[in-house]
């Protein structure tokens, strides 16, 4: 799914929002609004700058029938920016407008901007992209598990995530990055250095250690592949056990197929792992 853009989101907001987006696995991105010095609401940081936000995000798109677009009511649209708007919606892309005062949405008024006026839009915008209700945060096991479901290639042997949760709920947004990138890598595969692939994720990546994971996969009670490494991920030093959030994980291939174990996630572990993985399903 092509992301969301958002035109004119309050900047109060970003943080409360993006925690919402990020639990329903929502990809998000926005140009967003500020109060200027008259009271009223102006995107920011430059609204003659909003048009190369869009610009970046329409080139991202497959096509521009992929795009969706919505534009909150608060903040004047500057003409290079309804400009590209246009062409967008032209070529087939799909751009929602809500209107200040009309359905639920408030008015545009400088003694209305207050903490109702935000909760207000945030609850509009929440109940619009996720009509079923708010989502609920996954724990990180329900998130890698969700993961594994989705990519074949990501296998998930034995107890590997039965620890996962029991790391401190300030770890959890890591374990939640770690397993997105994770599966990136087991489908986009590697080109560079693993540190360079890990980099954007923003992942700390240890090639060494004191705990070695080692895996064997079977299909029809036959031994297919064996191995191991010191691979892992971690958020996490001189604390804590449960803080000291761990993930190991093992690549290889097999006929050909890349493949992605997660062989252990949760708190710092004390001794070596061994898994087995049946591939007969």
């Known amino acids: 799914m092509a992301a969301i853009f958002i035109v004119g989101l309050p900047t109060t907001l970003l943080k409360r929002f993006n925690a919402i987006a990020d639990r329903g696995q929502l990809e998000v991105e926005s140009i967003l609004a500020a109060l200027g010095v008259e009271g009223y609401f102006r995107l920011s940081p430059d609204p003659d700058q909003a048009v190369h936000a869009l610009s970046a995000y329409a080139d991202g798109l497959t096509n521009f029938v992929d795009a969706k677009i919505l534009i909150l009511p608060y903040a004047p649209i500057p003409p290079s920016l309804a400009g590209e708007l246009g062409f967008i919606e032209d070529e087939g892309g799909s751009i929602t407008r809500f209107s200040a005062g009309q359905g639920s949405w408030p008015k545009a008024t400088v003694s209305g901007f207050n ?25 990180p096991s329900q998130y890698f598990a969700a993961v594994s479901e989705r990519q074949k290639n990501v296998l998930i042997p034995g107890a590997s995530i039965a620890l996962c949760d029991n790391v401190a709920r300030t770890r959890y947004k890591f374990m939640r990055i770690a397993a997105d990138a994770l ?30 994971a080692e895996l064997e996969v079977f299909r029809a009670g036959k031994s297919l592949h064996r191995g191991g490494c010191h691979t892992h991920l971690k958020q996490g030093d001189g604390t804590t056990k449960v803080a000291a959030a761990r993930i190991y994980y093992y690549r290889f291939d097999l ?27």
Do not use: M, W
């Open 255 to 281: 006929s050909g197929q890349p493949y992605v174990a997660i062989l252990y996630a949760g708190p710092h572990p004390d001794h070596d792992v061994l898994r087995q993985h049946s591939l007969d399903g």
């Open 115 to 139: 903490e109702q006026f935000y909760n207000c839009v945030l609850d509009l915008l929440t109940s619009y992209l996720f009509p079923q209700g708010p989502p609920r945060e996954l724990l």
């Open 183 to 212: 599966e990136r890598l087991a489908v986009d595969g590697l080109e560079g250095t693993v540190e360079d692939f890990f980099k954007p994720f923003k992942l700390q990546h240890a090639q060494s250690g004191g705990i070695f």
